[in-house]
């Protein structure tokens, strides 16, 4: 049975989305006098999103051991000349006291004899350009800092899935959403309100990213917010065999690309960065070798050593634990090689995103983004490995801060009576829809348009028509017609909605941009266009 009442109440500053830049724009916010602070995630705070999966590493600006100007110069660069660079400067300056925090909260980091943060190799880093990297213990790390969150007397709400922002004379007053567990309808009246749901993952098969469904850049997006770069994508790669993370873990310690004859090409494509090129430069050249008949690629960890293996299980435990019981790990030895795909994953870690300004704001007042849900533009469209996490915690920060400043300043809030209840119809309208089309037919749908290899990585005009008229006619003949047969399947049934917005968005943006810079490669326009498309 479905829960028909609703519940309503009011905070300060209502944060949706319980990942690293959820909880630190909870926290800062609280921190800067905001008495009502509401965490709400559509799983469980600390627990869903790419940050519980954070893979080892952060690519952090230690201001004791760094040279700003190279950090800086090479940030614009990965960056293709996009970036903000106000961003950028400020992230930098920034990041090093969330590392602070997060030592203070209990975060662990692999450490030097002397207590100094040791640091590897990662992509984009090289003995020229050293932009090293620190490690943390995996999952460690959200554990932490969700136990900050429940101990700052933040109020969470966990498996409450928010479907929509409210607005009133343009301005953003709240959110409106539904119970998982009672089908509850719940609306939440807020003077400031912090999206930070995550970026665009589209379902695909790297770990951590099912959840991953552009949740926070729908709604945004529907309330008429301004959205921008959604052409950039995060091109990941991964194992063929089973799900896998912490690239940068793996190719900092010395793990080698080599393709189906034995070779190891990578340095062939980037002689200075090798394995650890920026992922766009890896997935492109791992589909070049394939179309050239020269796959399949393989990951080749054999030459690690015992010590390195077990550096790499307190750093990323999970998947090691994943190679151990796959018999890639056998003892403290990787045994064989494994077998590796690129992996397309829409704008999560780089890319598009809601547009917002050094202060966290939309164009929407009492409208605040941060992390993946935001343009990432401080990484750039290339950008540095190992940046997105980073950038969570310093556009976290800041949204909380901020958010926490326009909420001081607010007078009480309104919202619009009418507008709630056709939400609340819209949110429960799959329930009422028992002979439409199943959710999981529309996800498959638009994974089988913009996946190809000819969409994803290696764009033409051509595929590009193609991959949207497929998802037009998802979205004009299926959406409509979405059904649901219990509240779990409710709410993959947004999720459905608001992947097929997003891919429209992607591939109408990547059809705009008549260049080819960072992820964006198109083979009818090969060539940097700065003329043009500096912008």
Not at 69 to 96: A, C, M, P, R, S
Not at 272 to 297: D, H, Q, T
Request: with cysteine; net charge negative; charged share 25%.
């Amino acid at each position: 049975m479905v829960d028909q009442s609703m519940r309503v109440f009011e905070t300060d500053v209502l944060v949706i989305g319980g990942g690293a830049a959820g909880c630190f724009a909870a926290i800062k916010a609280k921190e800067n006098g905001a008495n009502r602070v509401v965490v709400i995630d559509k799983a469980t705070v600390g627990k869903s999103g790419c940050s519980a999966f954070g893979a080892g590493v952060l690519r952090v600006f230690i201001p004791e051991e760094d040279d700003f100007d190279l950090w800086f110069e090479l940030g614009v660069k990965t960056g293709t000349y996009l970036n903000d660079q106000e961003w950028l400067e400020t992230h930098f300056l920034e990041i090093y006291n969330r590392i602070e925090d997060m030592v203070g909260w209990g975060v662990e980091f692999e450490r030097t004899p002397d207590g100094r943060f040791k640091r590897i190799f990662g992509r984009g880093c090289s003995p020229e350009r050293p932009t090293k990297m620190i490690m943390f213990h995996g999952p460690q790390m959200m554990d932490s800092i969700a136990k900050k969150v429940r101990r700052s007397n933040i109020k969470v709400f966990d498996k409450v899935r928010v479907t929509d922002v409210l607005t009133n004379d343009g301005r953003v007053v709240g959110a409106v959403g539904f119970d998982s567990a009672t089908g509850e309808f719940v609306v939440i009246k807020s003077r400031a309100t912090v999206l930070v749901a995550g970026g665009q993952g589209f379902k695909t098969t790297f770990m951590g990213q099912k959840m991953v469904t552009g949740d926070a850049q729908a709604m945004a997006y529907r309330a008429g917010c301004e959205l921008m770069s959604y052409e950039f994508t995060q091109n990941h790669t991964c194992c063929a065999w089973f799900d896998t993370l912490g690239l940068n873990m793996l190719m900092g310690s010395g793990g080698i690309l080599v393709n189906g004859r034995g070779h190891r090409f990578m340095p062939d494509y980037d002689a200075e960065y090798k394995e650890r090129a920026p992922l766009e430069v890896l997935a492109g050249a791992m589909a070049c070798e394939v179309a050239s008949g020269r796959g399949p690629i393989y990951m080749d960890l054999t030459g690690l050593s015992e010590e390195q293996v077990e550096r790499l299980f307190r750093v990323v435990p999970l998947v090691c634990k994943i190679m151990e019981r796959s018999g890639v790990i056998v003892g403290k030895r990787v045994v064989k090689k494994m077998e590796w795909v690129p992996s397309f994953m829409g704008n999560i870690a780089r890319g598009g995103g809601i547009r917002i300004n050094l202060r966290c704001e939309t164009n929407l007042p009492g409208l605040f983004s941060a992390g993946d849900a935001a343009c990432t533009m401080p990484a750039g469209p290339g950008g540095l490995g190992g940046t997105a996490l980073p950038f969570a915690l310093t556009s976290g920060a800041r949204a909380g801060h901020f958010a926490a400043d326009y909420a001081a300043s607010c007078d009480d809030v309104s919202t619009d009576d009418d507008q709630i209840e056709t939400l609340r119809r819209a949110a429960f309208a799959p329930l009422q829809c028992a002979g439409g089309v199943d959710p999981e037919h529309v996800i498959l749908g638009v994974q089988e348009a913009i996946f190809p290899a000819d969409v994803f990585i290696l764009r033409r005009a051509e595929s590009l028509r193609r991959a949207l008229a497929e998802v037009e006619q998802i979205r004009e003949s299926q959406v409509p017609a979405l059904k649901a047969h219990d509240l779990h399947y409710l709410g993959v049934a947004h999720e459905a909605v608001n992947l097929a917005l997003t891919a429209e968005m992607y591939l109408r943006s990547a059809l705009e941009r008549r260049d080819s810079r960072g992820s964006h490669i198109r083979l009818d326009y090969p060539y940097v266009d700065n003329v043009d498309w500096l912008k």
